[in-house]
């Protein structure tokens, strides 16, 4: 497996992990771009934490809604379950990889 592929699928965790952990399940794009590179020295533009969004969306872990420049995703449901263990989300490292949800 490719580091920038490691990278995702950690990334994409931590996402929905800080999703979860914000009171209204909803952090913007540039907030979470902050958050990685602060919490896992992630260094990636905008642009890059959006794709993993989008990436997300396309697995219905999350909703995401454009504000001006920048997008917010919410955690859905299915993203739930996946921090939950329920489901297993294909490209997003498991919970119990980085010790639980």
Known sequence: MSMEKIMQEEARLTILKELQAQP???ITSEAMRRFLLDFLMIEKSRE???E???FLREMRAVDI???GTVKIA???ER???HLAGKVTLAGVLPPS???GA
């Open 74 to 76: 919410r955690l859905t």
């Open 65 to 67: 809604v454009a504000a």
């Open 97 to 99: 990889a980085r010790g």
């Open 24 to 26: 209204n399940k909803a």
């Open 79 to 81: 993203g739930e379950h």
């Open 48 to 50: 890059w934490v959006e």
């Open 52 to 54: 993993q969004f989008v």
